[in-house]
């Protein structure tokens, strides 16, 4: 039989107390956080719907349990600490509560979201502390791979496919004649389209490498690199891929991997150079076939319970100041976007040029740009003798998600439902009111005509045709009350072999016409 000194019990005493403030404290954190995620719903919830309609994002449904987990099992290490709430912290939210008010405002949804996963290590920080939030700074920054982003990759991954699977065609000995992401061998007609770019391999070896990385390997600099492989490898094995499937419908006479079936095979061989990868990577493993979370980053030396800084009242007030912070921004947002909302509707005439350019009744071919959600649209011919431009102005007013001016949804040419083809797409300096101006070229292709494009944006008064100058001009516009106005400006002109021929067709039609086009836009908006 034992007896316990008075320093003893008293001790014992203090840790149970120690213990219960820091489930307090922990739980306090989750309520936050959910507060959060509830008061950012439509954000919340933006994710969550790409989730489930999306196969290429499915993975963000397991990124939170696979975060829990880790920290979880870092319960005992993190046992040893106590809260200490830090003040810088809420500055960080309160920046990156901004910055999701931006992102709304500009209608930039990856933005948002990003945004909003960031705040939760924010909170952690700011009611936990830095020694705690440090030793789960993985598991936390983990959950920025739940923001469904990576479209923006797949104009590139398409070109890469394409690129390697017509180089290693050549190579093979078989004659190919391509455009764009669409070729022809003799057996047969191919194009390299959106589910074939390999995003899903790409997200899929990304999100299981860093996991890998964290739990297997020490030192930064071999986590590093098999980070960099797990990014490379299945770009280079989605080019090895589609070559594959090409050969296996060229050899059996287009009769294997024509439809599904080549979607099944891809997925087998992805599977396989996966386990070689995850494989290959376990030669160096550094944590002896155990899972030594804890170490995944520089660890503070615990504080062993003696000198607690955070006392249970300053973890709520700290608690009660990141939701204060966090919620200023959904609120500021829902009063701009109201206070800001016209109810009429734009009207747009742009008459022709006398002598020059007139206003016609037919257009130079059957295309038409498919843009979603348009307040109005216009849609001209005008010819100047021997030369004709079409012109398309999609005008956007009370923007919101899914009607927004710069959308993934407006296209140029459908990938599906249109014989057209956007055989190339780049940027051309032109004169524009008499300054230097980049905007978009494209050059499309059907049966019966070759169209050349250009296109750029009208953001309240001024013109880009950067996506992001835009989007930011947008942003600023309705942050100082002056609406959210915008159009994008499309000319295209017929061309015979080369598409430098439509060059100075359209060039003169800016020249003649781009005043008027502006006055009419003008009038539009302060309609």
């Known amino acids: 039989m034992s007896v316990q000194t008075p320093q003893e019990i008293a001790h014992g005493s203090a840790t149970t107390l120690d213990q219960q403030s820091l489930k307090g404290a922990a739980l306090l954190t989750l309520a936050t956080i959910a507060a959060i995620l509830a008061g950012y719903h439509e954000t919340t919830w933006s994710m969550v719907s790409i989730w489930e309609r999306s196969d290429t994002f499915a993975h963000g449904f397991l990124i939170l349990p696979f975060s829990a987990y880790l920290i979880w099992g870092q319960r005992k290490h993190l046992s040893t600490f106590s809260p200490e709430p830090n003040l810088p912290a809420l500055a960080v939210l309160g920046a990156l509560g901004f910055g999701w008010l931006m992102a709304t405002l500009a209608s930039v949804q990856v933005f948002e979201q990003y945004f909003l996963m960031a705040m939760i290590p924010a909170a952690v920080w700011a009611i936990l502390g830095t020694r705690m939030a440090w030793a789960i700074a993985f598991p936390l920054a983990y959950l920025l791979l739940a923001v469904p982003f990576g479209d923006v990759f797949i104009p590139p991954l398409i070109d890469f496919t394409a690129d390697f699977t017509v180089w290693a065609l050549q190579l093979t000995g078989i004659p190919v004649y391509r455009e764009g992401s669409f ?111 804890a170490d995944a980053v520089p660890q503070p030396k615990p504080d062993l319970r003696q000198g607690s800084k955070g006392s249970p009242k300053s973890v709520v007030l700290a608690a009660s100041a990141v939701l204060a912070i966090a919620f200023i921004w959904p609120v500021s947002a829902a009063y701009l976007e109201n206070r800001f909302s016209r109810s009429t509707e734009p009207q747009i005439e742009i008459p022709g040029v006398a002598e020059k350019w007139e206003a016609a009744t037919s257009p130079i071919s059957d295309w038409r740009p498919k843009y979603i959600g348009a307040a109005t649209q216009f849609l001209q011919n005008y010819r100047n003798h021997h030369q004709a431009v079409d012109l398309y102005v999609s005008y956007y007013r009370n923007q919101q998600q899914g009607t927004e001016l710069i959308n993934s949804g407006n296209l140029l040419v459908p990938e599906t439902e249109s014989y057209w083809r956007n055989i190339k797409e780049n940027t051309r300096g032109i004169l524009l009111d008499s300054r230097q101006v980049t905007v978009k070229q494209s050059q499309l292709h059907s049966p019966d005509a070759n169209l050349l494009v250009w296109r750029w944006y009208w953001i309240g008064g001024e013109k880009t045709a950067s996506p992001y100058m835009a989007k930011f001009i947008l942003a600023r516009n309705k942050l100082l009350g002056r609406g959210d106005d915008g159009a994008e400006i499309i000319i295209a002109a017929r061309y015979e072999a080369a598409s430098d021929e439509a060059v100075p067709v359209l060039q003169a039609f800016v020249d003649d016409m781009m005043p008027t086009i502006t006055r009419g836009l003008q009038h539009a908006w302060e309609r």
Do not use: Q
Not at 207 to 228: D, E, H, K, P
């Open 183 to 293: 070729f022809t061998i003799p057996s047969g007609n191919w194009s390299v389209v959106e589910a074939c770019s390999g995003l899903r391999y790409l997200i899929a070896s990304f999100t299981l490498g860093m996991l890998y990385a964290y739990l297997t390997y020490r030192s930064l600099r071999r986590r590093l690199a098999f980070i960099a492989l797990s990014v490379l490898v299945p770009i280079i094995a989605n080019g090895i891929r589609a070559y594959l499937i090409v050969m296996t419908g060229h050899l059996s006479n287009m009769s294997l991997a024509v439809g599904v079936d080549h979607l099944i095979y891809g997925w087998i061989f992805f599977g396989f150079v996966m386990l070689l990868l995850f494989w290959i990577g376990s030669f160096w493993r550094e944590d002896n076939g155990e899972n030594k979370g």
